[in-house]
């Protein structure tokens, strides 16, 4: 059974920097699409970006595009969210997510697409 670990959340002020880590423990995450949900409170989650199985496509959203960056490393069987240029809004629990797939793709549109999940990680960004 594949479980995923997060860490790396903390505060921040705007305009500075964290690196978000998704640990997997079971099999390999190198047959997985893994993704990143956040949630402030009071709202929806929504999905923040995504990486295929071979790394091979990303996908942003578009509030985070440019100032995010997802990663994987499959000797450390991570994934890691870097995130820069924080902004107030950016503040809310993190979650990392993940689905086996057989091809390479992967969608933030959907929660109900990946089927293993974290317990989160906060990340405030505040002055």
């Known amino acids: 059974q594949l479980q995923l670990v997060e860490s790396g959340g903390g505060l921040v002020q705007p305009g500075g920097s964290l690196r978000l880590s998704c640990a997997a423990s079971g099999p390999t995450l190198d047959y997985y699409a893994v993704v990143w949900f956040r949630q402030a409170p009071g709202k929806e989650r929504e999905g923040v970006s995504c990486?295929?199985?071979?790394?091979?496509?990303?996908v942003y959203l578009e509030s985070v595009e440019g100032r995010f960056t997802i990663s994987r490393d499959s000797a450390k069987n991570t994934v890691y969210l870097q995130m820069n240029s924080l902004k107030r809004e950016d503040t809310a629990i993190y979650y990392c997510?993940?689905?086996?797939?057989?091809?390479?793709?992967?969608?933030?549109?959907?929660?109900?697409?990946?089927?293993?999940w974290g317990q989160g990680t906060q990340v405030t960004v505040s002055s």
């Open positions: 997510g993940a689905v086996y797939r057989f091809t390479d793709r992967c969608e933030i549109g959907r929660e109900g697409s990946y089927d293993n």
């Open positions: 990486i295929s199985r071979s790394g091979g496509r990303t």
